[in-house]
């Protein structure tokens, strides 16, 4: 049964960095496309970061880029966002999923189309 566990996020000052998890059972991470996603209130899901497990290569939101970096330990089966100089801008639920895409798209956002299969979320607020 393939399940996605997403686990670290808290209430966090402006200016502060938190480090979600993304922990995959019922299959390995092999290589495949992992996308993180976020979903403010009142607002459409978007895509913030995607990375390729197979040969680590990521992509960016511009709005996050310089601060986000996303990461993959094949061997624990967990893929990571690191979210450094947090904006009140950056609160949302934020998912993590496995991509039907086999790499993630070149210039261009991760798309919530692009997901095959989700975890359930977890909450990330940014305010002082």
């Known amino acids: 049964q393939v399940q996605l566990v997403e686990s670290g996020g808290d209430l966090v000052q402006p200016g502060g960095s938190l480090r979600l998890s993304c922990a995959a059972s019922g299959f390995g991470l092999g290589y495949l496309a992992i996308g993180w996603f976020r979903q403010a209130p009142g607002k459409e899901r978007e895509g913030v970061s995607c990375?390729?497990?197979?040969?680590?290569?990521?992509q960016y939101r511009d709005s996050v880029k310089g601060r986000f970096t996303v990461s993959r330990d094949n061997a624990k089966n967990t893929v990571y966002l690191q979210m450094n100089s947090l904006e009140p801008e950056d609160t949302g639920v934020y998912y993590c999923?496995?991509?039907?895409?086999?790499?993630?798209?070149?210039?261009?956002?991760?798309?919530?189309?692009?997901?095959?299969?989700w975890g359930q979320g977890t909450q990330v607020t940014v305010s002082s």
């Open positions: 990375i390729n497990t197979g040969d680590g290569s990521t």
């Open positions: 999923a496995v991509l039907s895409l086999h790499r993630c798209r070149v210039g261009s956002p991760v798309l919530p189309d692009d997901s095959r299969y």
